[in-house]
């Protein structure tokens, strides 16, 4: 069996690439690195060290790497002959992937099996974003070839921080994981992923991790980027910084039991899970990468202004979460471009303006004035003028 796997970066060799290899998958890595590309294919196996309680190191071997742009043919080859492809390549890039997908799909035998797609981004519905963007791409072909791939949507959760200059290929991981799969598009072919699970809806699946998790690992990197904090697991070991995200998953938890009917006491399992993973000392998880584009984060459909919308329309609870987007507003990374425009823009937009554009809802939602209140907040700190 072969899985061709787009993103050979954190998440593409410490997670999905594990998973697939124990699944008994060869693995072909895509990524546009040249050097990644290079120290990939140099290596005959890389180590998964898995860091904190209960965590043990996982060798990954039969493995190798391309070069998307220096060689396109050979990923389409790959593609029309893999069973598998997945990607982690970040929820922006996929359009630059499908071309690829594509490609192969148009040289696939067409009595070959479906090949089994699935996006492995930090998004709802990235696999159907992957999707709509090679049907876009296709066109008319889109008939013929469709019938070549199925599309499941997934949840990934693991903690793969940056890794150190040096490491090679090595990865080093949190030992938690969990991987929740759409299993209706398979029709009961399901690829073999040991450790996965298949269920019938991921709307609550995904919407439990990226309303907690994600939720909470980004408000304790903005709050921890606001006290000057270097560590994430130092961000949350403050009172005050762990009072504040435990607020804001307080009320996306009483968001997910009113919309999906999650039972509450699992839910404060569940949160209390996530923050000791997010405490774990022995992750060297930095506040910069968790907090990293931040216009992506406050857009939305995501972490932040999705629940606090679905939130306040249904007038549940919204301070903690209100409050974490204030801080949100005030996060500076020189090396982020997406946070230096966020700067930008707040230092020379309209509040209202600069609360429709970056957050997406309308004037009317119930939720505007109280981010727009923030958003001036933030320009009164900063001195700046707001109309
Ligand atoms: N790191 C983490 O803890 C987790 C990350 N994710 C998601 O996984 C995705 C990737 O995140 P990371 O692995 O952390 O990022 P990363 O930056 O370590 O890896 C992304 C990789 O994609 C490659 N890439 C960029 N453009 C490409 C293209 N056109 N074709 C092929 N490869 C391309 C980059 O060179 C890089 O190696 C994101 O959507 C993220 O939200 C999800 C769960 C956990
Ligand atoms: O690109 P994003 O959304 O910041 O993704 C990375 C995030 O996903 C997580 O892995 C959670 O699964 C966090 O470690 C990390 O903050």
Request: aromatic share 6%; with cysteine.
């Amino acid at each position: 069996m072969k899985a061709v796997h787009f993103g050979a970066g954190n998440i593409g060799r410490g997670f999905v690439g594990l998973l697939l290899h124990e699944g008994g998958y060869d693995l072909v890595f895509s990524d546009v690195a040249p050097t990644l590309v290079e120290t990939i294919n140099a290596a005959s196996e890389y180590t998964v060290h898995e860091v904190g309680p209960g965590g043990s190191d996982k060798t990954v071997t039969g493995f190798r790497a391309l070069d998307s742009r220096a060689d396109p043919d050979a990923v389409a080859d790959e593609v029309a002959a893999a069973d598998v492809v997945t990607t982690a390549v970040g929820p922006n890039i996929l359009p630059f992937v499908a071309p690829h997908i594509l490609e192969g799909l148009a040289r696939r035998d067409a009595d070959a099996k479906p090949l089994q797609v699935m996006a492995c981004e930090n998004a709802i519905g990235a696999t159907d974003t992957l999707r709509a963007e090679i049907e876009k791409l296709a066109g008319d072909s889109w008939g013929d070839l469709s019938t070549r791939a199925v599309f499941a949507n997934t949840a990934v959760d693991r903690i793969v921080p940056a890794q150190p200059a040096g490491a090679g290929v090595d990865v080093t991981v949190e030992p938690f994981f969990e991987w929740a799969i759409e299993q209706g598009p398979f029709g009961g072919d399901l690829p073999n992923i040991p450790g996965a699970h298949f269920v019938d809806d991921l709307g609550p699946y995904i919407e439990r991790k990226l309303f907690t998790v994600n939720t909470g690992h980004a408000a304790t990197a903005y709050f921890g980027a606001a006290a000057g904090i270097t560590r994430i697991s130092d961000a949350l070991a403050d009172p005050g910084i762990r009072e504040k995200v435990e607020q804001a998953l307080g009320e996306t938890s009483a968001l997910l039991t009113a919309v999906h009917g999650l039972d509450a006491a699992e839910l404060a399992d569940y949160r209390a899970t996530i923050l000791d993973r997010f405490a774990n000392e022995a992750l060297p998880d930095t506040v910069q990468r968790v907090g990293r584009q931040p216009l992506r984060k406050l857009s939305r459909h995501e972490r932040f202004i999705g629940p606090a919308a679905a939130a306040a329309e249904r007038g549940l609870a919204v301070d903690g979460l209100a409050t974490a987007i204030a801080s949100a507003l005030r996060f500076e990374d020189a090396a982020d471009p997406q946070a230096v425009e966020l700067q930008e823009r707040i230092r020379t937009e309209d509040a209202a303006a600069f609360t429709a554009s970056v957050t997406g809802l309308e004037a009317s939602h119930p939720l505007f004035a109280r981010v727009q209140e923030e958003v001036g907040h933030r320009q009164t700190e900063l001195g700046v003028y707001s109309a």
